[in-house]
């Protein structure tokens, strides 16, 4: 059992990443693509214009989207790449997935480490009491801190 002073009922607030970037649902994939390949291979979180989240575009939604056949939810025969990218109608909204799961800025990193392990999940969105994105936390992240505190 751990003591009291235990690093790990911090907040997820002080060693979360903070978000800069989300998209609107009606950001096209040929946009979804870009950042992917610009800003590396993160989720994008996907939020309503008040900032509220609403899902998360996965790199497998992107290349998902892209070739179906690829992934657990593969869908069809690969597509034409420039005629998808074309496609005025494809956008964030149907592609992002919708479960990804969120934590409160406040809860504790105990509980975050609790959430991964249960629904294997290695990443979480941090969102505000309003439910507006604030940050990610990875348990990259976490292990690190815990190892900067003594814990591991």
Same mark, same amino acid.
């Given at each position: 059992? $751990? &003591? ?12 979360? /990443? ?17 950042? $992917? ?9 996907? /939020? $309503? ?8 575009? =996965? &790199?497998?939604?992107?290349?998902? *989207?892209?070739? &179906? =056949?690829? @992934?657990?939810?593969?869908?069809? *025969?690969?597509?034409?790449? =420039?005629?998808? !990218?074309?496609?005025?109608?494809? =956008?964030?909204?149907?592609?992002? *997935?919708? @479960?990804h799961i969120t934590i409160h800025e406040?809860? *504790? ?5 609790? !959430? ?7 990443? !979480?969105?941090?969102?505000? $009491? ?15 801190? !815990? ?6």
């Open positions: 059992m $751990a &003591p009291p002073d235990d690093e790990r009922g911090d907040p997820i607030r002080s060693i979360m /990443t903070p978000i800069i970037r989300t998209i609107p649902p009606n950001t096209p994939i040929r946009d979804l693509i870009e950042l $992917a390949s610009d800003e590396g291979c993160g989720d994008i979180p996907v /939020t $309503a214009p008040d900032g509220t989240f609403l899902g998360v575009i =996965t &790199p497998l939604d992107v290349i998902g *989207s892209i070739m &179906p =056949t690829v @992934g657990i939810f593969g869908s069809g *025969s690969a597509r034409c790449i =420039t005629c998808h !990218l074309k496609r005025e109608g494809a =956008t964030a909204r149907e592609v992002m *997935s919708r @479960g406040d809860d *504790s990193i105990n509980n975050a480490m609790q !959430l991964m392990e249960r629904n294997r999940h290695d990443d !979480l969105i941090v969102v505000n $009491a309003e439910n507006k994105v604030v940050g990610r936390i990875e348990i990259c992240r976490i292990i690190r801190h !815990l190892r900067l505190v003594g814990e591991l």
